[in-house]
């Protein structure tokens, strides 16, 4: 099965693995958020590509969930001598990426090149594709102020609320061959437990995509989203905040009215705890399965990704029944 996943750092990666796992080599293809993308020290870092890349490789760092696993850091301290800014933490083999990604790029190469080249050479059996080949960076109005990506997000861990969010570029940017290629071949699209506003947002601005994935949809692949907001809380990182302060609800189901607004989706993925917010999401016109989603080894992660494989095998049997049925609904089943 020809799976196509959108993801964005450490949440996206571990469903990443998990579906990387199950199928065969060559099935899957995720596309990465580029937003978070920052130049430090001259290099150019793509945070969420590169946490992707590592997971998939079996190298991530196993308690940060971003770098690299078993990292020194004789570069940044001595970096610090220096009076360099160091809040951005560099690891020193994590620099080698860096290091081979910006003489690629200076050299002339696109960034999907350069990711493809990456997952060769750390062996992975997937395809790493970042959201665009052109700059779109996320911005962030805060009570501190307008704010780059990172300045937010590590340098002021998270702290300021977030009042509204900007992806800069993303008018101009285009969709990639690569990308495009990936959304028409996909037999099932997965949206997973990633900040569904700086993560998977960005994702969906780039222009063309989310239509690619609603004509995807309209030809009987089916699309399955996965919340990353699990009992009003979200498992890492700020969304729940951040849907709060910009005026939504931060739950599950907050994030599937945003994904059904966008025309995005036909199965949402809800955590057991969220079993009563069903029917609210049932009422956004998504199909709902619930399960275990949140994912502490290997194994939690195969198993979320063969429940959302199968909940798009059950979906697309359900749209095969629609049409052979000439448009009629078969009844809002449930996956459970
Ligand atoms: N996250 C941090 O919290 N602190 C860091 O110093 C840091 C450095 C870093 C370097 C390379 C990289 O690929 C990721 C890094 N991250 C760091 C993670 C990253 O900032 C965020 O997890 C994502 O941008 C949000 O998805």
């Not at 665009?132 to 102020?145: H, K, L, S, W, Y």
């Not at 692949?221 to 890492?236: D, E, N, Q, T, W």
């Amino acid at each position: 099965m020809r799976v196509l996943c959108l993801a964005g750092g450490v949440g996206g990666a571990k469903l990443a693995d998990g579906l990387q796992q199950i199928l065969a080599p060559g099935e899957l293809t995720v596309v990465v958020n580029t937003g978070d993308d920052l130049e430090r020290h001259s290099l150019a870092i793509c945070p969420d590509h590169d946490t992707v890349l590592y997971t998939l490789a079996g190298i991530a760092d196993p308690t940060q969930g971003w770098g690299v696993a078993g990292e020194t850091w004789q570069v940044m301290g001595q970096l610090g001598r220096l009076g360099a800014q160091t809040w951005f933490r560099l690891g020193d083999r994590d620099l080698a990426t860096h290091l081979f990604r910006t003489e690629r790029l200076r050299g002339g190469a696109r960034p999907t090149e350069v990711a493809l080249e990456l997952a060769r050479s750390l062996d992975v059996p997937s395809r790493i594709l970042p959201m665009t080949d052109d700059a779109i960076r996320t911005r962030v109005r805060t009570t501190a102020g307008w704010l780059d990506f990172q300045d937010y997000f590590v340098r002021l861990h998270q702290e300021p609320d977030v009042l509204e969010v900007q992806f800069e570029g993303a008018e101009a940017a285009s969709l990639t061959p690569e990308v495009r290629d990936a959304i028409r071949s996909a037999e099932a699209i997965v949206v997973a437990p990633s900040n569904p506003v700086v993560s998977i947002g960005p994702i969906l601005a780039v222009p063309g995509l989310l239509a690619e994935i609603v004509a995807a949809r309209g030809r009987g692949v089916p699309a399955i989203g996965v919340s990353g907001i699990l009992g009003g809380k979200a498992l890492r990182g700020p969304a729940d905040r951040m849907m709060t302060s910009l005026g939504e609800e931060a739950s599950a189901l907050g994030v599937a009215r945003r994904y059904a607004a966008a025309g995005l989706l036909d199965v949402f993925v809800l955590d057991r705890q969220d079993e009563d917010l069903s029917a609210g999401v049932r009422a956004l016109g998504l199909e709902v399965v619930v399960t275990q989603t949140v994912m502490t080894d290997a194994g939690s992660r195969a198993a979320l990704a063969r429940d959302v494989l199968g909940a798009a095998a059950w979906a697309f049997a359900v749209a095969a029944e629609e049409r052979l049925e000439g448009g009629n609904a078969p009844g809002g089943g449930s996956l459970q």
